[in-house]
Every structure is written in structure tokens, then in C-alpha cells.
């Protein structure tokens, strides 16, 4: 698959499901916007390999510095194609937690996982607008449709709302040429995940698994390309599962 000539934004791409999509994407010729918070020395080791892609710092879970990233990343490559919406946190924040902290997990979680991916949404629109295209691929989770467990009631909220957001910007600005994809993992063999694989052991998870196998970054990234290519622009709204058959609808 070539993407020679497209402009991509990935949001959390140093590491985990967004580094795999970054790397996926410029293998495929594609110029990639490396977004990061901490994690520097990551991405600037995707940079030093790939000299289509460029590093932009934000933590976006200030308002402020998401509208940066975006202004900083059209203003280096011209304009974009796609914006892959990854970034996330999967923090626990149990019910017997005092209110004040259980509240400060939700609102972190809430900023980074919803409000920024609305906030690129929102710039994202009005930019493809302009040129007349422009394709959005959000990064989900199975539990905007199975639920979570009672340890991550803002993920699993945050990740139902950007759903929603992605079907509606699908419904209401495919007229615009704009077209909208989800892709909801289960669990993924991540730095993120492994507080949960160490609580709960690997077996028990696998056992969820029709595959009996932890899905990985690489699974997730070629159908990124695909969407990314436009291959699949009619199925626009369209939510595609990659969880090794933990949850089928």
C-alpha cells in the first residue's frame, strides 16, 4: 500500500498502538506527525529512522496545547489527510476511592481521552472543510460496547462518548467529503496494559480470548493504512473489532 503524498496526524504515537501506526504509515510513504507528551527520546528514535515524520510535544490534556498541536503540525506539513485520534489513558479509579481522588481520574481522564479528540475534531473539520476532504480514524476500545470492569468507569465512559463523536462526524459531514472510522481493540499487548495484565494474570485474560493470544500494536496498524488509503471510505461510521474474539457483536 502506498500513501505517498498524505499528511497524517497520530496523537500518542511514541509508543504502544500509536508508535505501530506511525511506523506502519511511513513504511507506506506517508509523511507522520509523531505526537508525544513525555516521551521524547521515543519519538525522537522514530524521527531519526524515518525522515518523513516529524515530532510535536503536547499535553493534551490542556486545551491550549492540543490547538498548538494542531496549528504546529499544519503549519509544518501544509495541511492533513488523516488524524488519527490515539492518545489515552486507562487509569483505575475504584469506587471506595475518596471522592476527590475518584474525581480527579475521571476529569484526567475525561481531558486526554474525549475532550482533546473533540477538540482535533472540531479544528480537524474546519480544516478539511477548506480542501475539500479529509478522513478521521478514532482509536476506541471494546468497552464503549461490552463495559468495563468497576475499576475503569471513565475509560469505559470516555471511550462510549468518542464513539458517539466519531458516528455523528460520519452522519453529518460525509456531504463535506470527510469520512470517519473506529477501531475498537480489546486487550492489547501494551505498556499501558500491563498493571492490568500483572493484576489480574495473563491467564485469565486469555481466557476471555477465542484466540487464546494478546492482540498486538502490529494487528491494529495495517487496517489504520487501509482506512487511511481509501479503500474503505463507504463504510464511513463504521466501527471495525480487533479483540482475538473476546467480544463480537
Known sequence: MNLKGQNILVTGASKGIGKSIAIHL????????????????????????????????????????????FKNTIKHFGNLDTIILNAGVFMPHPIEDP?????????????????????????????????GRGR????????AFRGET?????????????????????????RYNIKSFVIAPGFTRTEMAE?????????????????????????IAPLVALMCSGQMDHATGSTIDVNAGSYIR
Not at 136 to 143: E, L, N, W
Not at 195 to 219: C, S
Open 26 to 69: 511511513l513504511k507506506a510513504n506517508a509523511q507522520v506527525g509523531i505526537h508525544f507528551n513525555k516521551s521524547r527520546a521515543d519519538a525522537n528514535k522514530i524521527k531519526a529512522e524515518y525522515p518523513l515524520s516529524e515530532t510535536f510535544q503536547a499535553d493534551i490534556a490542556q486545551s491550549d496545547e492540543v490547538e498548538l498541536l
Open 99 to 131: 471522592t476527590e481522588n475518584w474525581l480527579d481520574i475521571w476529569r484526567k481522564t475525561m481531558a486526554i481521552n474525549l475532550e482533546a479528540a473533540g477538540l482535533l475534531t472540531k479544528m480537524g473539520i474546519e480544516h478539511f472543510k477548506t480542501q
Open 136 to 143: 478521521f480514524v478514532y482509536i476506541g476500545s471494546r468497552a
Open 150 to 174: 468497576e475499576e475503569y468507569l471513565a475509560y469505559a465512559a470516555s471511550k462510549g462518548g468518542l464513539t458517539s463523536l466519531a458516528r455523528s462526524v460520519a452522519r453529518s459531514f460525509g
Open 195 to 219: 498493571d492490568a495484565i500483572r493484576k489480574y494474570g495473563e491467564e485469565k485474560i486469555l481466557n476471555e480470548m477465542a484466540l487464546k493470544q494478546f492482540t498486538t500494536p502490529e494487528d
